[in-house]
């Protein structure tokens, strides 16, 4: 099992930035995908971005161009660096890291709100 400690939400203005950081620990060696997924009222957890072991990434269509996740393996920690935030990404943030088995663990999530 895998520990998930987020940390770095908070309320920004629309347009402005913020850095999401995500420290696991436990069987850190079985991890190959570290990412972060959201999740808005009344709406289904979707993506935002994940990076394998070899740093190659994937992110949901309506935040390419914006966010940018980034790790740190020595630290075994992810990053989501969030650029020109909008009111609909006010979400609760979930940092996620994955196996090779389908296993998923979840972070406590972080609360992201942008006011307009």
């Known amino acids: 099992q895998v520990q998930l400690v987020e940390s770095g939400g908070g309320l920004v203005q629309a347009g402005g930035s913020l850095r999401l950081s995500c420290a696991a620990s436990?069987?850190?060696?079985?991890?190959?995908?570290m990412g972060w997924y959201r999740q808005a009222p009344g709406k289904q957890r979707e993506l935002v971005g994940t990076?394998?072991?070899?740093?190659?990434?994937n992110y949901g269509d309506s935040v390419k161009g914006r966010f940018t996740v980034s790790r740190d393996n020595a630290k075994y920690t992810v990053y989501l660096q969030m650029n020109g935030l909008k009111p609909e990404d006010t979400a609760v943030y979930y940092c996620?890291?994955?196996?090779?088995?389908?296993?998923?663990?979840w972070g406590q999530g972080t609360q992201v709100t942008v006011s307009s």
């Open positions: 990076m394998t072991n070899g740093g190659s990434t």
């Open positions: 436990g069987n850190i060696f079985s991890i190959n995908v």
């Open positions: 996620n890291a994955q196996n090779p088995w389908g296993r998923q663990d």
